[in-house]
């Protein structure tokens, strides 16, 4: 048998903690996790917050690629890692005094200045005290632009964000229905990016009487343009243009600035991203509300009143759900295995909360016309999806003919993507586009093909997640003071320090290597009406008890070939079989100039090697413990953005 091995350098062990690789930020969600663990809350909010300026945020919505990175879920399920970010902002983040905040203006108390700053605040005003004096341009204040704006404001720029509505946050605020994400946290993450001194300049896009060339003799010396994907993709198929059909971000817009909207009895919802599974879940809430209102509801009331049993309107609502007189359906191109929204963690948990308020799905199903009657929306007919990509793995959607299917519908939800509007880009500002239609950048600094200018977020990459647009903000915020400081970009590097630990004091809680992922708990069917929170924050055991799943890549089993004597003792004592010692012939080496230096005077049919499977290993220290030379050694390797 031959083994594929790596010797380990820094650089592996840093990746080796995959948590804090996959995140867009690298925030090093293992070390938050682990003192959550050990009942350091403050500490593990700091650590979640010193790379991410919305914190709160992540704690509720975020992708969590994390998630789906984690060590853990390889041997069972993942840690509930983006939950438990929550459950520490919720003491020390922006949302920690809202409450309190409400409580001291209504009892018409003087709040003291800096009082509702978070807990990360004093350090962080710290560091942006060394003003630099260049101004910087932000356009757009979506996540991408905020973050932007905050490292920048941090390095001491004069910032300015240009932002086309009268509200920050991008899509954010306009997409991301309240049930998921409450505006006020929102707000309050926004606000602590003003707070730093950025500046704002609400109802002012560019535009193309006022572009780059403009900012750049207003005193601008760099520009940072995210602003976004708010353009809805059309669908050239009949019937687009009947009443009753919406695309999903003017739709989703409408709901979160306050608008009701009549769908009717039946929604269907075509698209299959989390777009889609918002406008699906948002839709079913209004229409629930609807029927609440309506005057069935009131006489189903008062007829079951008179019978002497206790009903409500929402009663009515759910019951006509459950009887199919009130539906929501969402169909899409893809399988439910191939489906944007159920490629993450996250994305799954949304996708079965969904299920759960009975939303119905239809894979495989791509539309052939939306059909009207006296130009209303009456239904939508589908046909079967053979594939949806081609051999080439592009995005080609082939349909069967002669499967054709109806769903009725009096109201239809077009979720089939965004793209940036970026008509204010003129030939002469030499900033060029993609055949996509974004804005072609330099993946590394994202600087685009205009000296000066830089982009990200969904204008660079189209539509992606809230942290990916968040990172590029952060990376055009570095690339920009390169710039402006006349320095060479900066690639990302980070400091490290080693901790040897004592195997005797070395212990994991009893039975974590056992415990399940348990994901918070949600609000009843009942109550998801309107803009009720469905999900409700992990309590102070739960917190504990989850965190202490983790198994801790950040220690990792040190092995010294002077000190050891073969005895085997830790290969015996592994509960999971992932160490191994092995005749070196038996070893494909992936770095084998290395071990050629290291052995270069000894004869190798008589050596020996230690080899551990990683991805198995779960830190119990059992083989340090037991090992008499202490030729294995458990070490925690702690690692620091620079």
Request: glycine content about 8%; aromatic content about 6%.
């Amino acid at each position: 048998m031959r083994y594929k091995v790596r010797v380990p350098d820094l650089l592996w062990y840093r990746t080796n903690v995959l948590c804090m690789e996959a995140c867009p930020v690298h925030t090093d969600s293992g070390r938050y996790v682990q003192l959550i663990g050990q009942g350091e809350d403050k500490e593990a909010y700091l650590v979640a917050r010193s790379s991410n300026p919305f914190a709160s945020v992540c704690g509720r919505i975020c992708a969590a690629p994390c998630e789906d990175a984690c060590r853990r879920g390889k041997i069972d399920e993942p840690i509930t890692i983006r939950a438990l970010k929550r459950f520490v902002t919720e003491k020390y983040g922006v949302e920690s005094n809202l409450a309190h905040t409400q409580e001291q203006l209504t009892e018409g108390k003087k709040i003291p200045q800096g009082s509702l700053w978070p807990l990360h605040v004093s350090s962080v005003i710290k560091k942006g005290k060394d003003k630099k004096g260049e101004k910087v341009a932000v356009i757009g204040g979506g996540p991408s632009g905020l973050a932007c704006a905050h490292d920048l404001a941090l390095r001491g720029y004069e910032v300015t964000i240009f932002e086309a509505s009268n509200t920050l946050g991008g899509m954010l605020r306009t997409a991301i229905p309240e049930y998921r994400l409450p505006k006020d946290i929102l707000r309050r993450e926004a606000e602590f990016v003003l707070s730093l001194g950025a500046k704002i300049e609400f109802n002012k896009p560019l535009t193309e009487n006022f572009g780059l060339n403009q900012l750049a003799k207003m005193g601008f010396k760099a520009v940072y343009i995210s602003v976004g994907a708010q353009q809805s993709r059309k669908l050239k198929i009949e019937g687009t243009e009947l009443e009753g059909v919406y695309n999903a971000i003017d739709y989703l817009l409408n709901i979160n600035q306050g608008y009701k909207m009549d769908l009717g009895r039946k929604t269907v919802v075509i698209g299959g991203g989390l777009v889609a599974l918002d406008s699906a879940r948002t839709a079913l809430r209004e229409v629930l509300a609807f029927l609440s209102d309506s005057e069935e509801a009131k006489l189903a009331i008062d007829i079951s009143a008179d019978a002497g049993v206790m009903l409500t309107a929402i009663d009515v609502a759910r019951t006509a759900l459950r009887t199919g007189t009130l539906k929501v359906d969402v169909a899409s191109l893809e399988s439910f295995k191939e489906m944007p929204a159920t490629q993450t963690t996250q994305g799954k948990e949304e996708f079965e909360e969904s299920v759960k308020e009975g939303i119905t799905y239809h894979p495989s199903r791509g539309p052939k016309r939306i059909i009207g009657d006296e130009g209303k929306v009456r239904a939508v007919e589908f046909l079967k999806v053979k594939r949806v990509f081609d051999e080439q793995g592009r995005f080609n959607p082939e349909l069967e003919p002669h499967t054709e299917e109806i769903i009725e519908a009096d109201s239809v939800i077009l979720a089939i993507g965004q793209a940036p509007d970026l008509s204010f880009i003129k030939p002469e500002d030499n900033v060029q586009l993609t055949a996509q239609g974004t804005i072609k950048v330099d993946p590394l600094t994202l600087a685009t093909t205009r000296e000066g200018v830089y982009s990200g977020g969904d204008a660079a990459f189209g539509p992606r997640i809230l942290i990916e647009g968040a990172a590029n903000g952060k990376l055009a915020a570095r690339s920009i003071d390169d710039y402006l400081s006349k320095k060479k970009s900066s690639e990302r590097t980070c400091s490290v320090s080693i901790e040897v630990l004592s195997p005797h004091d070395y212990q994991k809680p009893e039975e974590y290597e056992i415990k399940e992922r348990k994901t918070p708990s949600k609000i009843s069917l009942e109550n998801r009406v309107a803009v009720n929170e469905v999900e409700l924050p992990f309590g102070e055991e739960e917190a504990r008890t989850q965190a202490q799943r983790c198994l801790v890549c950040h220690i990792n089993t040190i092995y010294n070939t002077e000190l050891c004597i073969l005895c085997g003792a830790c290969v015996d004592h592994c509960p999971n079989n992932c160490l191994k010692l092995v005749p070196y012939s038996e070893m494909d080496l992936e770095q084998k100039e290395i071990i050629e230096r290291r052995t270069k005077n000894k004869k190798k049919e008589t050596l020996t090697a230690m080899i551990k499977d990683e991805i198995t290993c779960i830190r119990c220290g059992l083989c340090a413990t037991v090992c008499p030379t202490a030729a294995m050694t458990m070490e925690r390797f702690s690692f620091r953005e620079m």
